[in-house]
């Protein structure tokens, strides 16, 4: 299982990455920051799974993901964002997005979305 | 009562406890942050113009990068520590920007080391975490209606 963190907050990434390796030890765990850098990455390695940030730099997560649906890479694709609006949040899910998580998130809150998305 | 001091000591208890499993309390009184200062800003465009601002003493920046990078504090770089305070800074306005009058957009948020003198502050709050004073801060022209959580 290989899982793509996408975020400009090193920290954020770091954290998230903590709380997955603790619930899938043997996840191969990929860092990007920004967009440009996160299609780099997913064209070249080719992630089971994308958790990407909502507001970042050169992109926001919504243009990420119809960005790597645009080349191809079909991606089990989640959001994080402390920023999002109902419609914004539906346009992400109608885009392919199967998660948007809020920030703050609990521990347990981002371990129910992996489990639900990886429940074996 | 200033403008939605309820929210921001609530969005701020949360995601200080979510995000870093610290307790923090609203200070009452003085409300000096000691040493150096990690200001951290994002302005918000729209129906609703200003900024969220939060001052973060260094040593408790470097606190909250260590626990988010897994790190001793003394371990935590500068960058990181500002990395820290930017991503905190965001969430905070990312929640405070449902109470404000929308539609609204978020910058990108701002770190720098040093003193917060802002021209229109609308509401400023400070907290203690561990002995450590931080403050929450919202500059910008009072919004007509009292917060409408949206959540």
């Keep these: ?120 | 009562m200033q403008f939605a001091e309820i929210e921001i000591c609530q969005f701020a208890g949360e995601l200080w406890e979510m995000v870093l499993g610290l307790e923090i309390r609203r200070r009452s009184g003085a409300s000096a942050i000691l040493g150096r200062v990690l200001v951290g800003a994002v302005t918000i465009e729209g129906a609703w113009r200003g900024q969220v601002v939060f001052e973060c003493p260094e040593d408790l920046a470097r606190l909250a990068a260590s626990i988010m990078l897994g790190e001793r504090p003394a371990d935590v770089s500068e960058r990181d520590a500002s990395d820290a305070v930017r991503e905190l800074t965001n969430i905070t306005a990312g929640n405070l920007k449902s109470i404000l009058p929308g539609p609204c957009t978020l910058g990108v948020p701002d770190v720098t080391a040093g003193s917060f003198a802002p021209d229109e502050v609308l509401t400023r709050i400070a907290f203690d975490c561990g002995g450590a004073t931080f403050a929450i801060s919202l500059t910008g022209p009072r919004p007509m209606q009292d917060p409408a959580r949206s959540m």
Excluded at chain 1, 25 to 42: F, K, Q, S, T, Y
Excluded at chain 1, 69 to 78: L, M, S, Y
Excluded at chain 1, 94 to 120: C, D, I, M, S, W
Aim: no cysteine.
């Design chain 1, 1 to 120: 299982m290989t899982i793509l963190l996408v975020d400009d907050s090193k920290a954020i990434r770091t954290l998230v990455a903590r709380l997955i390796l603790g619930l899938l030890p043997d996840a191969r765990i990929l860092h990007a920051e920004n967009v440009r850098e996160g299609i780099e990455v997913a064209r070249a390695s080719r992630p089971d799974v994308v958790i990407s940030d909502w507001h970042m730099p050169d992109k926001n997560g919504l243009e990420f993901l119809t960005a790597l649906r645009a080349e191809g890479i079909a991606v089990t694709f989640g959001l994080l964002t402390s920023d999002t609006t109902a419609a914004s949040r539906s346009a992400a899910l109608e885009a392919g997005a199967v998660f948007v998580l809020n920030k703050p998130f609990t521990h347990e809150e981002l371990k129910a979305t992996l489990r639900r998305l990886f429940p074996h």
